[in-house]
Each structure stands twice: as C-alpha cells, then as structure tokens.
C-alpha cells in the first residue's frame, strides 16, 4: 500500500458515492486543500486527518503484523 494507492482509492470512494471534495472534507472534518493532496497520493498526509477521511467514507482498514495469516 502507497500514498498513491490510498489517495486513488479515496478519490475513486468519493466519486462513486455522489460526493464533491468539499463535501467530504467537511464530512471529515478536513480541509479541501489537505483533501486534494491526499487524492493525489501525498507523501506526508497526516494519518489522523487520512483516517478520518477514511471513515467518513465508510471505509475500513485492516493491518496484520508480520507472519499474521488470519
């Protein structure tokens, strides 16, 4: 998983639920500035504001340690 991969996800979450980025940045509490650098695949994106965005699209996230097979 890269910045990338999370942002195009994002981006394509969004536009399959009918949602502007300006809605879903207030939806998460976010900026439309931060928002539009983390669809793009920003490197340094915050990980509290990325997962907000994250759930306020519904979306989870699931992280294994290594040799986890469950």
Do not use: N
Request: glycine share 12%; net charge positive; charged share 25%.
């Amino acid at each position: 998983m890269t910045p990338k991969t999370i942002g195009k996800l994002i981006r394509e979450t969004r536009k399959t639920q009918g949602l502007r980025q300006d809605e879903l940045a207030a939806a998460s509490g976010v900026g439309l500035r931060f928002l539009v650098e983390l669809e793009r695949g920003k490197e340094t994106a915050q990980i509290g504001k990325t997962l907000a965005v994250l759930s306020a699209l519904g979306c989870t996230i699931a992280i294994k340690p290594p040799g986890d097979a469950s």
